[in-house]
């Protein structure tokens, strides 16, 4: 009876000890968690911020399109048409297999002209990443065959392409963009931040079912704007067909056009022999990138005789009565042989114009001091720059004026 008694007894002890047992689990664990919870809210929140943020926040963007180059008539020199980009997400691919899908990888590769053992060796190589193009700015034919062949992991986006109407009549004003529709060349290039516009977006949330649940932020696209040139399109069209016709006729290496406006200043037209297709530029000399007509220097030639004469009026060594006597129709003059093609012997002001004669310029010339000449042709802006802002315009060279010296 006593044995019975003293086992009972030991009883409450035993349950006891589990007791504060299963107790001191329920509050680690609950001490763990709270330990947790304040860590997590606390000390680093921004993790489970931006998790959250990854799951339910999304943007959505606003694009503009690059604004249009027109002429002095509104006829459109630049303008952007709408195409579509294919690209892959490699992970999606790989995870559902995709490239087990050989037929329509086939279809894919035969479509963008590609060799299907490099584009899927692409995709493989970069299957860590989860954005890679394939082909930039496609058709919209070429893009709905794409999106029906409905491999998983490939994608298409919509984008803009720049497409050049008048081709290489005006290729060298206006210029050209890179496949990301970045100016590089020509006016898309001098005025690419004004083409380029400003794109949008909205920033929301979503909830499970992918309805919109918060707008977080709207920024408000720019629209981009259009430039118009003073070229005329029509003269510009017939300078270059003209001028092309004289380079083959001559066999020369090359020609420039320049037409301005006489009052104003304003260029017209201005085309160079050899251009190049702006809309496809594959396998072209780099040479015909180049804007002969602003980044090449030419003597002046006869155009400075009409300068000369003015200035010689103004100097006053000359006047509208004036005779200069241009026999025996030829001089030395600096080591080097002045004449014109006969002896015209006495001449009036307007006769040496009317006959372009290089004796009775020459004496005209000097009959005025060297500095006020010079002077004369540094005011009319023979030494500067046209003011075009186009790329890589050269100034002309004057070197005899003497520094600080100003007769004005």
């Given at each position: 009876m006593k044995k019975i008694a003293s086992n009972r007894s030991s009883q409450p002890t035993t349950t006891a000890w589990r007791y504060y047992v299963v107790i001191g689990v329920v509050v680690l664990i609950y001490g763990g968690l709270l330990a947790r919870s304040a860590y997590i809210q606390i000390i680093e929140p921004d993790m489970l911020k931006k998790q959250g943020d990854l799951r339910s926040m999304r943007v959505a963007a606003n694009t503009v399109q690059r604004g249009s180059i027109v002429d002095r008539n509104g006829d459109e020199l630049a303008i952007s048409v709408p195409v579509e980009t294919v690209w892959a997400d490699p992970k999606i691919v790989m995870d559902n297999n995709a490239l087990a899908m050989t037929k329509h990888w086939q279809a894919l590769a035969d479509v963008l002209g590609k060799d299907v053992k490099k584009l899927t060796a692409r995709v493989m190589r970069s299957s860590s990443k989860r954005f890679v193009y394939l082909e930039r700015k496609i058709s919209p034919a070429m893009a709905k065959y794409i999106r029906e062949l409905k491999i998983p992991g490939i994608h298409l986006r919509k984008e803009s392409k720049r497409f050049y109407p008048t081709g290489e009549i005006s290729a060298h004003i206006v210029g050209f963009t890179n496949v990301d529709d970045k100016g590089i060349e020509g006016v898309e290039r001098v005025y690419d931040e004004i083409l380029t516009g400003k794109g949008g977006n909205k920033r929301f949330r979503k909830d499970a079912q992918g309805r919109k649940v918060e707008i977080l932020s709207v920024e408000k696209s720019q629209a981009a704007q259009t430039v118009t040139l003073t070229i005329d399109q029509r003269i510009q069209a017939i300078a270059y067909k003209e001028l092309k016709g004289a380079v083959q006729a001559f066999k020369a290496t090359s020609g420039s056009v320049v037409v301005a406006d006489i009052h104003t200043g304003e260029i017209l037209a201005l085309t160079n022999s050899p251009s190049y297709n702006p809309n496809n530029r594959s396998n072209t000399a780099v040479h015909r990138f180049r804007n002969r007509a602003i980044t090449d220097i030419y003597e002046p030639g006869s155009t400075m005789k009409p300068l000369t004469v003015l200035t010689a009026l103004e100097f006053g060594s000359a006047n509208q009565s004036t005779i200069i006597d241009t026999s025996p129709g030829w001089m030395r003059l600096g080591g080097r042989r002045v004449n014109d093609p006969i002896n015209r012997g006495k001449l009036s002001?307007?006769?040496?114009?009317?006959?372009?004669?290089?004796?009775?310029?020459?004496?005209?010339?000097?009959?005025?001091?060297?500095?006020?000449?010079?002077?004369?042709?540094?005011?009319?802006?023979?030494?500067?720059?046209?003011?075009?802002?186009l790329v890589g315009e050269s100034s002309g060279m004057m070197h005899d004026r003497q520094r600080g010296q100003n007769l004005n």
């Open positions: 002001v307007e006769d040496i114009l009317v006959t372009s004669s290089n004796m009775g310029t020459t004496k005209l010339a000097l009959s005025v001091p060297k500095a006020f000449l010079l002077d004369r042709f540094f005011d009319a802006g023979f030494a500067d720059s046209t003011g075009t802002d």
